[in-house]
Protein backbone atom coordinates (compact mmCIF):
# COMPACT_ATOMS: atom_id res chain seq x y z
CA UNK A 1 0.00 0.00 0.00
CA UNK A 2 1.40 3.57 -0.77
CA UNK A 3 0.03 6.84 0.86
CA UNK A 4 -0.15 7.86 4.17
CA UNK A 5 0.44 5.61 7.36
CA UNK A 6 -2.59 4.77 9.32
CA UNK A 7 -3.64 3.38 12.87
CA UNK A 8 -5.26 1.08 13.54
CA UNK A 9 -6.74 -0.66 16.57
CA UNK A 10 -7.05 -4.70 16.51
CA UNK A 11 -9.22 -7.15 18.83
CA UNK A 12 -8.16 -10.48 19.54
CA UNK A 13 -4.26 -9.95 18.45
CA UNK A 14 -2.45 -12.83 20.11
CA UNK A 15 -2.88 -15.18 17.53
CA UNK A 16 -5.01 -16.59 14.45
CA UNK A 17 -6.17 -14.04 12.45
CA UNK A 18 -5.55 -11.00 14.25
CA UNK A 19 -1.96 -11.90 14.71
CA UNK A 20 -1.82 -12.30 11.07
CA UNK A 21 -3.11 -8.52 10.81
CA UNK A 22 -1.01 -7.24 12.97
CA UNK A 23 1.69 -8.73 11.52
CA UNK A 24 0.62 -7.45 8.08
CA UNK A 25 0.12 -4.08 9.43
CA UNK A 26 2.83 -3.52 10.95
CA UNK A 27 5.15 -4.86 7.58
CA UNK A 28 3.74 -2.48 5.82
CA UNK A 29 4.59 0.64 8.29
CA UNK A 30 1.15 1.12 9.84
CA UNK A 31 0.56 1.88 13.50
CA UNK A 32 -1.30 -0.53 15.43
CA UNK A 33 -2.98 -0.90 18.98
CA UNK A 34 -2.93 -4.26 19.15
CA UNK A 35 -4.98 -5.47 21.81
CA UNK A 36 -5.24 -9.10 23.83
CA UNK A 37 -6.51 -10.50 26.97
CA UNK A 38 -3.14 -11.34 27.69
CA UNK A 39 -0.79 -8.57 26.38
CA UNK A 40 2.80 -10.71 27.21
CA UNK A 41 1.29 -12.87 24.13
CA UNK A 42 2.37 -9.34 21.96
CA UNK A 43 6.09 -9.61 23.51
CA UNK A 44 6.92 -11.32 20.27
CA UNK A 45 5.70 -8.75 17.92
CA UNK A 46 8.17 -7.00 15.65
CA UNK A 47 7.29 -3.22 14.68
CA UNK A 48 9.72 -1.08 12.61
CA UNK A 49 9.83 1.01 15.59
CA UNK A 50 8.37 1.38 18.76
CA UNK A 51 6.60 3.86 17.91
CA UNK A 52 4.50 1.96 15.49
CA UNK A 53 3.24 -0.25 17.88
CA UNK A 54 0.79 0.30 20.80
CA UNK A 55 -0.45 -2.77 23.15
CA UNK A 56 -3.44 -3.14 25.85
CA UNK A 57 -4.96 -5.62 27.67
CA UNK A 58 -8.51 -5.78 26.52
CA UNK A 59 -11.13 -8.83 27.29
CA UNK A 60 -13.79 -7.72 24.94
CA UNK A 61 -16.87 -9.12 27.17
CA UNK A 62 -15.90 -6.23 29.45
CA UNK A 63 -17.69 -3.10 28.34
CA UNK A 64 -15.94 -0.84 30.85
CA UNK A 65 -12.16 -2.38 29.91
CA UNK A 66 -13.73 -1.34 25.81
CA UNK A 67 -14.04 2.06 26.54
CA UNK A 68 -11.10 2.35 28.71
CA UNK A 69 -8.85 1.20 26.15
CA UNK A 70 -10.00 2.47 23.13
CA UNK A 71 -10.09 6.03 24.68
CA UNK A 72 -6.45 5.37 25.94
CA UNK A 73 -5.21 4.46 22.52
CA UNK A 74 -6.92 7.53 21.05
CA UNK A 75 -5.23 9.40 23.51
CA UNK A 76 -1.78 7.68 22.80
CA UNK A 77 -1.74 7.62 18.88
CA UNK A 78 -3.71 10.91 18.01
CA UNK A 79 -6.52 9.03 16.18
CA UNK A 80 -7.76 5.46 15.41
CA UNK A 81 -8.49 5.11 11.62
CA UNK A 82 -9.80 1.63 11.14
CA UNK A 83 -10.86 -0.97 14.02
CA UNK A 84 -10.70 -4.41 13.06
CA UNK A 85 -12.95 -6.22 15.48
CA UNK A 86 -11.54 -9.61 15.02
CA UNK A 87 -12.05 -11.66 18.27
CA UNK A 88 -14.29 -14.45 18.69
CA UNK A 89 -14.29 -18.25 19.27
CA UNK A 90 -16.85 -21.36 18.50
CA UNK A 91 -18.84 -23.12 20.51
CA UNK A 92 -19.01 -26.32 18.56
CA UNK A 93 -21.87 -28.76 19.55
CA UNK A 94 -26.05 -29.64 19.37
CA UNK A 95 -27.57 -26.60 20.49
CA UNK A 96 -29.66 -28.21 23.15
CA UNK A 97 -26.54 -29.22 24.77
CA UNK A 98 -25.38 -25.92 25.74
CA UNK A 99 -25.41 -24.77 28.60
CA UNK A 100 -26.54 -20.76 29.71
CA UNK A 101 -22.80 -19.80 30.97
CA UNK A 102 -21.73 -21.68 27.30
CA UNK A 103 -24.24 -19.54 25.18
CA UNK A 104 -23.73 -16.25 27.27
CA UNK A 105 -20.32 -16.32 27.17
CA UNK A 106 -20.05 -17.01 22.92
CA UNK A 107 -22.39 -14.14 22.91
CA UNK A 108 -20.61 -11.82 24.97
CA UNK A 109 -17.57 -12.23 23.12
CA UNK A 110 -18.70 -12.65 19.86
CA UNK A 111 -22.05 -10.50 19.24
CA UNK A 112 -22.21 -7.82 22.50
CA UNK A 113 -18.10 -6.86 22.39
CA UNK A 114 -17.95 -6.19 18.27
CA UNK A 115 -21.25 -3.97 19.74
CA UNK A 116 -19.31 -2.32 22.75
CA UNK A 117 -16.64 -1.52 20.64
CA UNK A 118 -18.38 0.07 18.14
CA UNK A 119 -20.33 2.21 20.49
CA UNK A 120 -17.31 3.12 22.07
CA UNK A 121 -15.10 3.90 18.86
CA UNK A 122 -17.81 5.81 17.35
CA UNK A 123 -16.96 9.36 19.04
CA UNK A 124 -13.79 9.22 18.02
CA UNK A 125 -14.11 8.38 14.39
CA UNK A 126 -17.18 10.94 14.23
CA UNK A 127 -15.34 13.30 15.93
CA UNK A 128 -11.89 13.22 13.87
CA UNK A 129 -14.25 13.57 10.77
CA UNK A 130 -14.54 9.55 9.58
CA UNK A 131 -12.60 5.78 9.61
CA UNK A 132 -13.56 2.42 9.13
CA UNK A 133 -14.60 -0.61 10.96
CA UNK A 134 -14.33 -3.73 10.16
CA UNK A 135 -15.96 -6.07 11.77
CA UNK A 136 -14.55 -10.34 11.51
CA UNK A 137 -18.14 -12.23 10.82
CA UNK A 138 -17.80 -15.63 9.15
CA UNK A 139 -19.71 -17.45 6.10
CA UNK A 140 -21.23 -18.63 9.44
CA UNK A 141 -23.01 -15.17 9.28
CA UNK A 142 -25.05 -15.89 6.20
CA UNK A 143 -26.04 -19.58 6.69
CA UNK A 144 -26.90 -21.97 9.99
CA UNK A 145 -25.45 -25.00 9.83
CA UNK A 146 -25.76 -28.02 12.61
CA UNK A 147 -23.71 -27.71 15.14
CA UNK A 148 -22.44 -24.35 15.69
CA UNK A 149 -26.45 -22.80 15.98
CA UNK A 150 -25.05 -20.50 18.44
CA UNK A 151 -21.86 -19.21 17.04
CA UNK A 152 -24.00 -18.76 14.13
CA UNK A 153 -26.63 -16.94 15.94
CA UNK A 154 -23.55 -14.39 17.05
CA UNK A 155 -22.70 -14.11 13.35
CA UNK A 156 -26.05 -13.75 12.19
CA UNK A 157 -26.03 -10.62 15.11
CA UNK A 158 -23.05 -8.92 13.91
CA UNK A 159 -23.96 -8.96 10.08
CA UNK A 160 -27.31 -7.51 11.34
CA UNK A 161 -25.92 -4.97 14.35
CA UNK A 162 -22.75 -4.13 11.39
CA UNK A 163 -25.92 -3.81 8.50
CA UNK A 164 -28.00 -1.35 9.85
CA UNK A 165 -24.49 0.55 11.94
CA UNK A 166 -23.37 1.17 8.29
CA UNK A 167 -26.44 3.15 7.14
CA UNK A 168 -26.43 5.00 10.18
CA UNK A 169 -22.90 6.09 10.14
CA UNK A 170 -22.07 6.57 6.08
CA UNK A 171 -23.01 9.99 6.66
CA UNK A 172 -20.27 10.80 9.03
CA UNK A 173 -17.66 9.58 6.93
CA UNK A 174 -17.45 5.95 8.70
CA UNK A 175 -17.65 3.07 6.73
CA UNK A 176 -18.18 -0.69 7.69
CA UNK A 177 -17.13 -4.00 6.12
CA UNK A 178 -18.72 -7.05 7.32
CA UNK A 179 -15.54 -10.02 6.43
CA UNK A 180 -16.76 -13.17 5.94
CA UNK A 181 -13.69 -16.04 6.03
CA UNK A 182 -14.31 -19.16 4.98
CA UNK A 183 -12.25 -22.35 7.06
CA UNK A 184 -8.71 -21.02 7.28
CA UNK A 185 -5.90 -23.12 9.94
CA UNK A 186 -5.90 -20.99 13.28
CA UNK A 187 -6.61 -21.66 16.76
CA UNK A 188 -10.36 -21.54 16.13
CA UNK A 189 -10.78 -24.97 15.76
CA UNK A 190 -7.83 -25.96 17.77
CA UNK A 191 -6.92 -24.50 21.10
CA UNK A 192 -9.94 -21.73 21.00
CA UNK A 193 -13.00 -24.27 19.93
CA UNK A 194 -15.69 -24.80 22.90
CA UNK A 195 -17.24 -27.87 22.69
CA UNK A 196 -20.97 -28.47 24.73
CA UNK A 197 -21.57 -31.75 26.77
CA UNK A 198 -22.58 -34.89 24.42
CA UNK A 199 -25.21 -35.72 25.26
CA UNK A 200 -26.34 -39.54 23.77
CA UNK A 201 -29.84 -37.98 22.20
CA UNK A 202 -27.74 -36.83 19.32
CA UNK A 203 -25.32 -39.61 18.88
CA UNK A 204 -24.92 -39.40 14.95
CA UNK A 205 -27.04 -36.90 13.76
CA UNK A 206 -24.85 -33.77 11.95
CA UNK A 207 -24.39 -32.06 15.28
CA UNK A 208 -22.35 -35.01 16.51
CA UNK A 209 -20.83 -35.43 13.66
CA UNK A 210 -19.36 -31.76 13.52
CA UNK A 211 -18.71 -32.17 17.25
CA UNK A 212 -16.67 -35.47 16.78
CA UNK A 213 -14.50 -33.68 13.74
CA UNK A 214 -13.85 -30.87 15.32
CA UNK A 215 -12.61 -32.96 18.71
CA UNK A 216 -10.41 -35.15 16.37
CA UNK A 217 -9.25 -32.22 14.77
CA UNK A 218 -10.34 -33.36 11.62
CA UNK A 219 -11.46 -30.11 9.83
CA UNK A 220 -9.84 -29.05 6.48
CA UNK A 221 -9.09 -25.33 6.06
CA UNK A 222 -9.49 -24.10 2.41
CA UNK A 223 -8.20 -20.83 3.23
CA UNK A 224 -4.34 -18.84 3.55
CA UNK A 225 -3.94 -16.88 6.66
CA UNK A 226 -1.41 -14.57 5.38
CA UNK A 227 -3.49 -13.91 2.15
CA UNK A 228 -6.95 -13.23 4.04
CA UNK A 229 -4.87 -10.76 6.23
CA UNK A 230 -3.38 -8.96 3.37
CA UNK A 231 -7.07 -8.55 1.25
CA UNK A 232 -8.66 -7.40 4.18
CA UNK A 233 -6.18 -4.28 4.91
CA UNK A 234 -6.07 -4.05 1.15
CA UNK A 235 -10.05 -3.63 1.17
CA UNK A 236 -9.91 -1.51 4.22
CA UNK A 237 -7.32 0.77 2.69
CA UNK A 238 -9.34 1.15 -0.36
CA UNK A 239 -11.19 3.30 -2.12
CA UNK A 240 -14.27 1.70 -1.86
CA UNK A 241 -16.30 0.53 1.45
CA UNK A 242 -17.99 -2.82 0.56
CA UNK A 243 -20.75 -3.76 2.99
CA UNK A 244 -19.60 -7.18 3.01
CA UNK A 245 -16.26 -9.55 1.85
CA UNK A 246 -16.26 -13.31 1.37
CA UNK A 247 -12.72 -14.31 1.73
CA UNK A 248 -12.12 -17.90 0.64
CA UNK A 249 -13.68 -20.02 -2.09
CA UNK A 250 -15.43 -21.91 0.24
CA UNK A 251 -17.03 -19.02 1.65
CA UNK A 252 -17.94 -17.84 -1.50
CA UNK A 253 -19.70 -21.25 -2.23
CA UNK A 254 -21.60 -21.28 1.07
CA UNK A 255 -22.87 -17.39 0.91
CA UNK A 256 -24.07 -18.18 -2.77
CA UNK A 257 -25.90 -21.42 -1.71
CA UNK A 258 -27.35 -20.11 1.40
CA UNK A 259 -28.49 -16.41 -0.70
CA UNK A 260 -29.80 -18.78 -3.36
CA UNK A 261 -32.01 -21.12 -1.30
CA UNK A 262 -33.03 -18.28 0.70
CA UNK A 263 -34.40 -16.35 -2.32
CA UNK A 264 -35.65 -19.34 -3.32
CA UNK A 265 -37.76 -20.07 -0.24
CA UNK A 266 -38.64 -16.78 -0.34
CA UNK A 267 -40.52 -16.52 -3.36
CA UNK A 268 -41.98 -19.77 -2.61
CA UNK A 269 -44.11 -17.47 0.20
CA UNK A 270 -45.02 -14.82 -1.79
CA UNK A 271 -48.55 -15.38 -2.20
CA UNK A 272 -49.01 -16.22 1.49
CA UNK A 273 -47.13 -12.95 2.27
CA UNK A 274 -48.83 -10.76 -0.09
CA UNK A 275 -52.27 -12.65 1.09
CA UNK A 276 -52.08 -11.06 4.84
CA UNK A 277 -51.87 -7.04 3.38
CA UNK A 278 -54.75 -5.29 4.67
CA UNK A 279 -56.37 -4.83 1.23
CA UNK A 280 -55.42 -8.75 0.01
CA UNK A 281 -57.91 -9.91 -2.41
CA UNK A 282 -60.05 -6.45 -2.75
CA UNK A 283 -58.69 -6.27 -6.35
CA UNK A 284 -57.03 -2.94 -5.60
CA UNK A 285 -53.72 -2.17 -6.83
CA UNK A 286 -51.28 0.71 -4.40
CA UNK A 287 -50.61 3.27 -6.39
CA UNK A 288 -47.22 3.90 -4.96
CA UNK A 289 -44.83 1.70 -4.02
CA UNK A 290 -44.76 0.70 -0.96
CA UNK A 291 -41.67 1.80 0.75
CA UNK A 292 -41.01 -0.12 4.10
CA UNK A 293 -39.17 0.86 7.31
CA UNK A 294 -36.33 -0.52 5.72
CA UNK A 295 -36.52 1.78 2.80
CA UNK A 296 -36.99 -0.49 0.20
CA UNK A 297 -39.01 -0.20 -2.82
CA UNK A 298 -40.74 -3.74 -3.05
CA UNK A 299 -43.29 -3.04 -5.78
CA UNK A 300 -41.41 -5.24 -8.23
CA UNK A 301 -41.93 -8.14 -5.64
CA UNK A 302 -45.71 -7.69 -6.26
CA UNK A 303 -47.41 -10.78 -7.27
CA UNK A 304 -48.35 -11.03 -11.19
CA UNK A 305 -45.79 -7.67 -11.62
CA UNK A 306 -43.17 -7.71 -13.99
CA UNK A 307 -39.87 -8.76 -12.31
CA UNK A 308 -37.49 -6.32 -12.88
CA UNK A 309 -33.34 -7.03 -12.71
N1 LIG B 1 -10.52 -19.83 11.55
C1 LIG B 1 -11.64 -19.95 10.87
O1 LIG B 1 -11.87 -20.94 10.17
C2 LIG B 1 -12.64 -18.81 10.90
C3 LIG B 1 -13.65 -18.80 9.93
C4 LIG B 1 -14.58 -17.76 9.93
C5 LIG B 1 -14.48 -16.75 10.87
N2 LIG B 1 -13.48 -16.77 11.80
C6 LIG B 1 -13.44 -15.67 12.77
O2 LIG B 1 -12.13 -15.10 12.80
C7 LIG B 1 -11.95 -14.46 14.06
C8 LIG B 1 -10.58 -14.83 14.60
O3 LIG B 1 -10.54 -16.21 14.86
P1 LIG B 1 -9.26 -17.10 14.49
O4 LIG B 1 -9.62 -18.01 13.41
O5 LIG B 1 -8.08 -16.24 14.34
O6 LIG B 1 -9.16 -18.00 15.83
P2 LIG B 1 -8.02 -18.04 16.96
O7 LIG B 1 -6.70 -18.35 16.38
O8 LIG B 1 -8.58 -18.95 18.00
O9 LIG B 1 -7.97 -16.55 17.52
C9 LIG B 1 -9.05 -16.03 18.28
C10 LIG B 1 -8.59 -14.77 18.93
O10 LIG B 1 -9.71 -14.20 19.64
C11 LIG B 1 -9.27 -13.94 20.96
N3 LIG B 1 -10.36 -13.93 21.94
C12 LIG B 1 -11.23 -14.91 22.25
N4 LIG B 1 -12.07 -14.49 23.23
C13 LIG B 1 -11.69 -13.22 23.53
C14 LIG B 1 -12.16 -12.24 24.45
N5 LIG B 1 -13.18 -12.48 25.29
N6 LIG B 1 -11.56 -11.02 24.47
C15 LIG B 1 -10.53 -10.75 23.65
N7 LIG B 1 -10.01 -11.65 22.77
C16 LIG B 1 -10.60 -12.87 22.72
C17 LIG B 1 -8.23 -15.00 21.27
O11 LIG B 1 -7.46 -14.59 22.38
P3 LIG B 1 -6.81 -15.61 23.44
O12 LIG B 1 -5.43 -15.90 22.91
O13 LIG B 1 -6.80 -14.83 24.71
O14 LIG B 1 -7.68 -16.82 23.49
C18 LIG B 1 -7.48 -14.99 19.95
O15 LIG B 1 -6.61 -13.90 19.90
C19 LIG B 1 -13.11 -14.88 14.94
O16 LIG B 1 -14.04 -13.81 15.04
C20 LIG B 1 -13.72 -16.06 14.20
O17 LIG B 1 -15.10 -16.19 14.46
C21 LIG B 1 -12.56 -17.78 11.83
Redesign the pocket.
Known sequence: MTGPARTWLV?????????ALVTELLARGETVAAT???PR?LADLRPPSAQALWTAR????DPEQIRQVVDDAARALGRIDVVIS?????LVGAAEEASGEQVDRQLR??LT?PIHLAQAVLPHLRAQGGGRIIQ?????GQRGSPGTAVYCAT?WGVEGFFESLAAEVKSFGIGVTIVE????????????KELTAESPAYAGTPAAILRRRAQDGRLP?R?DLARMAAAVVDVATGPTVPLRLALGSDAYAAIRRGLTARLADLEEQREIAFSTDLNAGDGSTPSTPHRGPEGNDDAHHRPGARQSR
Open positions: TGSSAGLGRARDTLDVTNAGYATNGISSMAKPGTVSTGFFGRSCG
